[in-house]
């Protein structure tokens, strides 16, 4: 396992003084290895400290900014040497260097110090939409035993201000004591924000001298940061300061950094003014051809972003403010592929083309908590869309959502704060809605005939919203056998011996209508005999079958990418000679978050059983676990329910 360092976010630093002390021989029972093996017993590693010290100065009217960052781990098991690999990030917007990296081996004592001395620079890719450029400084740690320490300094320069600065109190293992500072000018109006934590938990003091100012961040005793199935970002949960420069004042002058989001407003704007200036023939012929026929400006919008989802590929790979800066429309056109912000470039052209206005609009996925007023700061965004309006209406055009049709915004900007830029200094920032579950369904209606203990019957699927859009990336481009395979898997009724005895399907690529699937299918020993009776179990699916939170373990939310419906209806048609001695109960459980519904009925020969499952949040916080809990229960109580048939006498 590799530990990670990404831009300041978890790094701490420890500074020269602590080369020092290496060197002169520092003594291993400085801190009490036992007691704190004990404290951390089921850890292998721990931090003693991590720090990160940063420095604002103004040197010729611009600002300068270093961070001092150092981090020392203590060794506690064997399996500790998962953490010998160490990655420091950094991209076009900051820099790193003066690496000091030893390891610490207790030896009669004290400790031996042993140098890293093989750095070696990779490119790499990180998860994202919106820019990415990274790079990394990587080492391994040598002599990596129980008892030992890594210990790391560096500097880091960050050349973008509104890049700095955010510090993470936890880390991938426990830490002992962290601590964040920065000292800056007075001159410079610095705001900042706690999240995650208050100040009783991270200590916040403040000191001045004559020119300077100096805020500082403490905690102690930080629990390693929780990782856990279907959890949001970490950004809603572990404790963390975020800090920014509003302005400065240099020779008289007072320079606007992010001064609120009319400040982070005029930067983005500054990236997207000057593009898409010289006419393009061939795109406005592509424009006239799409637009020829069709009445409205609806129309014509609909038929510009589906040909960009259609015709242009989705490639997230930037560098420096070209992750920020759209590419050319004309560019995007002739290579048939871009990233998120070259979509929204070439979706604004196509419409002004077309003499509709939209605009270029940055917005941050649902892995971002942040609003404008809080972080009004790129920090808050990692997306770009368009955005057009229409009778106060704001449709969110994402050309990174294949498949999508107008009105239905990509489900990873749900609810977020969109950035809507219209000039230098007109902006509006308007919250995405969230879509409702009644968009998001499928019904999945079967009737059911018996065959000894086989079960045998014909399907039908509508599928509409999200879910649609997740079935059309799984079976569009494949072939005939492989979408046949995936149905089965989708389908899967009663047990493992489920097959699909034939299927087709019809609106898979039409945005504007429900996918449809019909088939037919068999589970054989599906039934259960016993003498004169059967029992067959109606509940053939069994979505959230054993969804339960260990509430005793979990201590993070649980997000759902989207609300939706799922609707089933079996009808099981009794076989000749026999009737039906038990139904089970009608059960529910509402909850305006969660619940689902069963119902049995019978008419004349055929059992009716109707089965709705809903969930109505996007996000489970831990007040909810219990009432979730006591759902799925409910729901796996229902489930084991059978009817029971039995025979007539002859």
């Not at 609003?371 to 050309?399: E, Q, W």
């Not at 339960?548 to 419906?565: A, G, P, Q, S, V």
């Amino acid at each position: 396992m590799e530990s990670r360092v990404r831009q300041s976010k978890y790094s701490g630093i420890f500074a020269g003084l602590l080369c020092f002390t290496v060197c002169c021989g520092l003594k291993a029972q400085e801190y009490d290895y036992e007691q704190l093996k004990k404290k951390y017993g089921d850890e292998n590693a721990v931090f003693l400290k991590r720090e990160d010290h940063a420095t604002v100065k103004i040197s010729d009217g611009e600002l300068k900014i270093f961070s001092d960052q150092s981090e020392d781990m203590l060794m506690l098991s064997e399996k500790a040497n998962i953490y010998g690999e160490k990655a420091i990030y950094y991209s076009y917007f900051n820099d790193i260097s003066d690496i000091e990296a030893n390891t610490l081996v207790p030896q009669k004592g004290k400790f031996k110090s042993v140098k890293v001395r093989n750095i070696v620079e990779k490119n790499d890719i990180s998860e994202g939409n919106f820019y990415d450029d990274s790079k990394s400084k990587n080492f391994v740690y040598s002599d990596i035993q129980p008892g030992a320490r890594t210990v790391l300094s560096y500097r880091e320069e960050t050349k973008e201000p509104r890049f700095f600065g955010s510090f993470y109190f936890s880390s991938y293992v426990p830490t002992a004591q962290a601590e964040f500072s920065v000292t800056f000018p007075k001159e410079v109006t610095l705001s900042y924000k706690l999240f995650g934590a208050d100040e009783k938990t991270v200590h916040f003091t403040q000191t001045e001298n004559r020119n300077t100012i100096t805020y500082t961040w403490k905690a102690t005793d930080v629990r390693k940061y929780q990782l856990e199935e279907e959890s949001p970002n970490i950004r809603y949960y572990e404790p963390h300061i975020i800090v920014r420069i509003d302005k400065y004042t240099s020779d008289g002058k007072t320079k606007n950094i992010l001064a609120g989001p009319e400040g982070l407003n005029s930067w983005y704007y500054s990236m997207v003014k000057d593009i898409n200036k010289v006419p393009n023939t061939a795109l406005a012929h592509v424009v006239d051809s799409l637009t020829a026929n069709q009445k409205t400006d609806m129309d014509k919008v609909k038929q510009i972003f589906y040909w960009v989802q259609d015709n242009i590929n989705y490639v997230a790979f930037e560098n420096g403010l070209g992750g920020f800066v759209p590419r050319e429309a004309s560019a995007i056109c002739d290579k048939r592929y871009g990233d998120c912000k070259d979509m929204a470039s070439i979706i604004v052209y196509m419409l002004g083309l077309a003499h509709i206005q939209a605009y270029h609009t940055m917005i941050g996925t649902r892995d971002i908590p942040y609003s404008y007023a809080d972080v009004p700061m790129p920090l808050s965004c990692n997306h770009m869309i368009a955005t057009y309006i229409a009778d106060g209406k704001y449709y969110f055009l994402d050309g990174t959502g294949k498949y999508a049709p107008v009105g239905l915004h990509t489900s990873m900007i749900q609810g977020k704060e969109a950035l809507i830029s219209k000039s230098e200094t007109t902006f509006e920032i308007v919250k995405v809605p969230e879509i409702p579950a009644s968009t998001n369904q499928i019904l999945d209606s079967v009737e059911v005939v018996l065959k000894d203990k086989e079960v045998r019957g014909t399907g039908y699927v509508q599928a509409t919203g999200y879910l649609k859009i997740g079935l059309t990336h799984n079976m569009q481009n494949k072939t005939a056998d492989e979408n046949a395979k995936f149905l089965k898997r989708y389908l899967l009724k009663g047990n493992n011996r489920f097959q699909i005895d034939s299927s087709s399907y019809d609106n898979l690529t039409d945005r504007e209508k429900p996918l449809h699937v019909h088939y037919a299918f068999n589970v054989a020993d599906y039934v259960t005999r016993n003498g004169d009776e059967a029992y067959v179990n109606m509940n053939m699916d069994k979505t959230l079958q054993n969804e339960l939170i260990d509430t005793d373990k979990r201590k993070t939310e649980r997000m759902f990418n989207y609300k939706y419906i799922q609707r089933y209806t079996t009808t099981l048609q009794v076989p000749d000679g026999y009737t039906s001695t038990y139904l089970p109960e009608n059960t529910s459980c509402s909850d305006p978050r969660f619940g689902f519904e069963i119902t049995y009925r019978q008419v004349k020969n055929k059992i009716y059983q109707s089965k709705t499952i809903t969930i109505n949040t996007l996000m489970l916080e831990p007040g909810d676990f219990a009432a979730w809990d006591k759902m799925i229960k409910q729901l796996n109580k229902a489930y084991n329910e059978s009817i029971i048939l039995k025979k007539l006498p002859n």
